[in-house]
């Protein structure tokens, strides 16, 4: 069975940082591409980033571009998300969420974690 | 980039269909695969139909989806419903040509 935990998620104040992990068992972590997915409250949902199997091809949302940056570890099955400067805008749930192909280039997805919430206030 | 516009609400009574539309802005429907995710209240998505018009194991046949090039919209349909489909439905699809990942902004079902 697919499972995707999302953990590391905390109130911080604007302008800090935070990490977030995401934990898969399962499937084949190395093979499929991963991407994190927020919502804030009430609201929709908004791609963020996206990473592929070897980390060559990796997209971010112009929202958080160069204030984010994806990572993954093959050898642990876990994705990542280094957010600073949070605003709070930010202020979201995080779902880690899988791509059944290896290089993102369908722009399918298919599997979610179950989120872990984000809250940037002060 | 395109967008993906979603009816901000739709209703039926259970036992009718139910049809979402999911009309993208520029650039041709069929041109990337289209995706939707149902979400229940406190939960997280669950894709209820994968590259336009398959569904995941475990997805009732009651759910399908199709594209219409004609109308540039992907729509997703649901018979036979059930109080168990109340929820919000997101379609999602991808834009090749700045690499992201674009959802609509939701459809709230409600079964009455």
């Known amino acids: 069975e697919v499972q995707l935990v999302e953990s590391g998620g905390a109130r911080v104040q604007p302008g800090g940082s935070l990490t977030l992990s995401c934990a898969a068992s399962?499937?084949?972590?190395?093979?499929?591409?991963m991407s994190w997915v927020r919502q804030a409250p009430g609201k929709g949902l908004e791609w963020v980033s996206f990473?592929?199997?070897?980390?060559?091809?990796?997209f971010y949302a112009d929202s958080v571009k160069g204030r984010f940056t994806i990572s993954r570890d093959n050898a642990k099955s876990s994705l990542y998300l280094q957010m600073n400067n949070l605003k709070p805008e930010d202020t979201a749930v995080y779902y880690c969420?899988?791509?059944?192909?290896?290089?993102?280039?369908?722009?399918?997805?298919?599997?979610w974690g179950q989120g872990t919430l984000v809250t940037v206030s002060s | 980039n395109f967008m993906l516009t979603q009816p901000r609400s739709v209703s039926e009574s259970p036992g009718k269909t139910v049809t979402i539309s999911c009309t993208r802005s520029?650039?041709?429907?069929?041109?990337?695969?289209v995706q939707w995710f149902q979400q229940r209240p406190g939960s997280p998505p669950t894709t209820v139909i994968y590259?336009?018009?398959?569904?995941p194991s475990g997805v009732p046949d009651r759910f399908s989806g199709s594209i219409d090039t004609s109308s540039n919209s992907a729509s997703l349909s649901i018979s036979g419903l059930r109080t168990e489909d109340e929820a919000d439905y997101y379609c999602?699809?991808?834009?090749?040509?700045?690499?992201?990942?674009?959802f609509g902004g939701g459809t709230k079902l409600t079964v009455l």
């Open positions: 520029s650039g041709g429907i069929a041109t990337n695969y």
């Open positions: 590259e336009d018009n398959q569904r």
């Open positions: 999602q699809s991808y834009d090749s040509s700045n690499p992201h990942w674009v």
């Open positions: 399962g499937f084949t972590f190395r093979t499929h591409g």
């Open positions: 969420v899988r791509d059944p192909y290896n290089s993102g280039t369908l722009g399918v997805l298919d599997y």
């Open positions: 990473v592929d199997t070897t980390t060559s091809l990796i």
